[in-house]
């Protein structure tokens, strides 16, 4: 029984749409989003930064002016007046310096001068073409009037704003000991916003230029963006299209760049990828046969086994108990190959070769009735993983045992040259067939005599296996001709660590047992 109310069906949402992102930002976007970004951010810093130079400079260039007009004033009021015989006089008025001074002053471009008597207008400039008058702001006449005498700031630059514009300006008090009941001002003001008009004329000029070129940028960014990322595009695609049973999608590697170098990347990954799915499925289906013949033995056994038959009980449980040990082999040995790759495969440490020698000699002398005879010793020191030399090593010698007769000599040694450390095993057996030579190390590879015997076939490549972790090889080596049947294999090891020493030659001797 259900709870609550059910209306119409019910909506099943599969799980690659409901893990997929309703929406999401394309790394074109992104990178469109930062280069706009940090282009406006430089644009208006730069912008920035230039006005507040200009505006600075054009306040630095009014005070100057200002500064001059009020040295001009105090330079004439202490030499006094010229006459016309070219000597100077002291001044006998205020209002005569403030007179002469309002003439000697010219007014630059947005600059007005004046000046009072006694808080009253008193004379500008005759000639103001481009001056400022200043004796038309009531609110300027207001503040010059409210100025106290003793004012601190008299003689220097300052700003003050009224209604109609802000003001830079210089109020000099004047005052004469030949006339000590007047008091004059000399008054020099620039309008400040005037001037930086044109500074604000050019940073909006600046502005919409600087707009118009982040669009372009924009669209010429957008553009070479997505060319920039088309091989990211195609690696997308491509991933899309490959499958656990396609592998063979490989991208077109086109330019030097750092994503060319991705694209082979990822093809070198795709390869390896195709290689380990195609190992993975023919190691399946090889397992799956190797497992399929002892269980149907098993099974067909079982089946027909005759539970009153003591005898027939005892055959079927010592066949289906060697079946059992046969696919306990094959467990193993695929065990060991599926840690080949594991970084702690191999575990190198320093390790005696000739002692090494010697212990696999006593113990393969368990593998069977041979005869086993160290020709070679190489009293080195090198580093390696004793135990998975040794593994290896044996799986040599018990290969030699399995494809000799009983009593047969089978020769091991170690030795090194060229700086690699060489240990082998040569048996007296039928050899390995030329077409075979190739195989022998794949995995589940069986040949003629393998098949006779019910070999796993595992065997040389975990052999193989060991000798590639330790950044060697291994191989096979025919007798040389008239030197009688066998074959030898060979661990080719480099001689990491390698300590001096000498390789021991024997003379052949029949083992004591």
Not at 163 to 174: C, D, G, H, N, Q
Not at 456 to 465: D, F, H, R, S, T
Request: charged fraction near 25%.
């Amino acid at each position: 029984m259900r709870n609550g109310p059910t209306t119409g069906h019910a909506l099943v949402v599969p799980p690659e749409a409901a893990r997929r992102p309703t929406s999401r930002v394309t790394v074109r976007g992104r990178l469109m989003t930062a280069v706009v970004a940090l282009t406006a951010a430089a644009m208006t810093i730069s912008g920035v930064t230039g006005l507040a130079l200009q505006l600075r400079a054009t306040d630095a260039r009014i005070d100057d002016s200002l500064t001059r007009a009020v040295s001009a004033l105090r330079t004439a009021q202490v030499e006094g007046e010229a006459q016309p015989d070219g000597s100077r006089v002291p001044w006998s008025s205020v209002e005569r310096l403030l007179l002469k001074a309002v003439e000697a002053r010219v007014p630059g471009e947005h600059e007005g001068v004046l000046s009072t008597l006694d808080g009253t207008f008193f004379v500008r400039p005759a000639d103001e073409t481009r001056a400022v008058r200043l004796d038309t702001d009531e609110e300027l006449m207001a503040w010059l009037r409210a100025l106290p005498a003793d004012d601190a700031l008299a003689g220097f630059p300052r700003t003050v704003r009224t209604s109609v514009t802000e003001y830079r300006l210089v109020a000099v008090p004047v005052r004469l000991d030949a006339d000590p009941d007047v008091a004059g001002m000399f008054v020099v003001a620039s309008d400040r916003t005037a001037q930086n008009a044109g500074v604000w004329r050019i940073f909006l000029t600046y502005s919409a230029v600087g707009a118009a070129a982040l669009v372009v940028t924009s669209l010429v960014a957008w553009f070479v963006v997505g060319r920039m990322l088309r091989p990211v595009r195609v690696l997308r695609d491509t991933v899309r299209r490959v499958t656990e049973s396609d592998l063979s999608e490989r991208i077109e590697v086109t330019g030097k760049d750092d994503l060319a170098d991705l694209a082979a990347s990822v093809n070198s990954m795709l390869e390896r990828l195709e290689r380990a799915f195609g190992s993975q499925r023919e190691l399946l289906d090889d397992v799956g046969h190797e497992l399929r013949t002892p269980l149907t033995i098993v099974r067909g056994h079982l089946e027909l086994l005759d539970p009153g038959d003591e005898t027939d009980v005892r055959a079927t449980q010592s066949l289906a108990l060697d079946e059992l040990d046969r696919m306990q082999r094959l467990v193993d040995d695929l065990v060991t190959l599926a840690t080949v790759d594991r970084p702690d495969f191999v575990r190198r440490a320093p390790v005696d070769v000739g002692r090494l020698t010697d212990d696999v000699l006593e113990k393969a002398r368990g593998l069977g009735e041979r005869r086993f005879v160290v020709v070679a010793r190489a009293d080195v020191v090198v580093e390696l993983d004793a135990q998975r030399i040794t593994q290896a090593w044996l799986q040599l010698l018990a290969n030699a045992v399995r494809f000799s007769a009983p009593g047969a000599l089978v020769r091991l040694g170690s030795e090194v040259a060229d700086g690699r450390v060489l240990v082998w095993v040569r048996d007296e057996g039928p050899g390995v067939p030329r077409e075979e030579e190739a195989r022998i190390f794949e995995r589940f590879h069986r040949g003629q005599a393998d098949r006779v015997q019910h070999g796993a076939g595992l065997g040389l490549p975990i052999v193989a296996a060991i000798a590639a972790a330790h950044g060697g090889r291994v191989f096979l080596e025919h007798p040389p001709p008239g030197a009688g049947p066998g074959v030898g294999f060979v661990l080719d090891l480099p001689a990491v660590g390698l300590v001096d020493g000498e390789a021991e030659s024997f003379e052949l001797v029949e083992p004591h047992r």
